[in-house]
T-cell receptor, first 115, second 116 residues
Framework: AQKVTQAQTEISVVEKEDVTLDCVYETRDTTYYLFWYKQPPSGELVFLIRRNSFDEQNEISGRYSWNFQKSTSSFNFTITASQVVDSAVYFCALSGQSRDDKIIFGKGTRLHILP | KAGVTQTPRYLIKTRGQQVTLSCSPISGHRSVSWYQQTPGQGLQFLFEYFSETQRNKGNFPGRFSGRQFSNSRSEMNVSTLELGDSALYLC???????????????FGAGSRLTVL
């Protein structure tokens, strides 16, 4: 069965600090996709990144970076020099390639950036 | 390009009533999936519709139902409301099936239901 674990329920950091959100997944599929979504206070989840299981290259987008490690089944998300606007709930998600698969979300990590 | 539109945004009902929520997907998206979000449970998958057919269903009682119309708009209905149904209900649309492959979900802002 597929599973996504975000062990950090809530994190608080002071503005400008770096913060890493952890995501560990379980799947028996050899082809799968990992996602991160951000949910600001407005409620609407916003897509951040997608990774397929064959692409282990880390990715950087501005202050955001993602570290994908198949050996540890992890897909961690780092925010560098955090800002108050980064305060949100962040969800990691996993999908397979079968038409019968469901996308599986972790329970989310609530991030507070303190001014 | 218009986003995913959910109506109503907020509603208050009493126990025993029923409620219908609506979701208009992005033009061209054929899949609509529904999620219930509560503080303790995170995002719980309700069901997914693709081309007017229910393709996947989560572990919710039969009081929760949905449908999709030929224009891909979807509705979900909850009958005999219970206090525990108070939640944010999110819908998401995608071009293909949500769980199959690299399809990115575009979410609406949600319908916040309060059951008194």
């Amino acid at each position: 069965a597929q599973k996504v674990t975000q062990a950090q329920t809530e994190i608080s950091v002071v503005e400008k600090e770096d913060v890493t959100l952890d995501c560990v997944y379980e799947t028996r599929d050899t082809t799968y996709y990992l996602f991160w979504y951000k949910q600001p206070p407005s409620g609407e989840l916003v897509f951040l990144i997608r990774r397929n299981s064959f692409d282990e290259q880390n990715e950087i987008s501005g202050r955001y970076s993602w570290n994908f490690q198949k050996s540890t089944s992890s897909f961690n998300f780092t925010i560098t020099a955090s800002q108050v606007v980064d305060s949100a709930v962040y969800f990691c998600a996993l999908s397979g390639q079968s038409r019968d698969d469901k996308i599986i979300f972790g329970k989310g990590t609530r991030l507070h950036i303190l001014p | 390009k218009a986003g995913v539109t959910q109506t109503p945004r907020y509603l208050i009902k009493t126990r025993g009533q029923q409620v219908t929520l609506s979701c208009s997907p992005i033009s061209g998206h054929r899949s609509v999936s529904w999620y219930q979000q509560t503080p303790g449970q995170g995002l719980q998958f309700l069901f997914e519709y693709f081309s007017e057919t229910q393709r996947n269903k989560g572990n919710f009682p039969g009081r929760f139902s949905g449908r999709q119309f030929s224009n891909s708009r979807s509705e979900m209905n909850v009958s005999t409301l219970e206090l525990g149904d108070s939640a944010l209900y999110l819908c998401a649309s995608s071009f293909g099936l949500a769980g199959a492959g690299a399809n990115v979900l575009t979410f609406g802002a949600g319908s916040r239901l309060t059951v008194l």
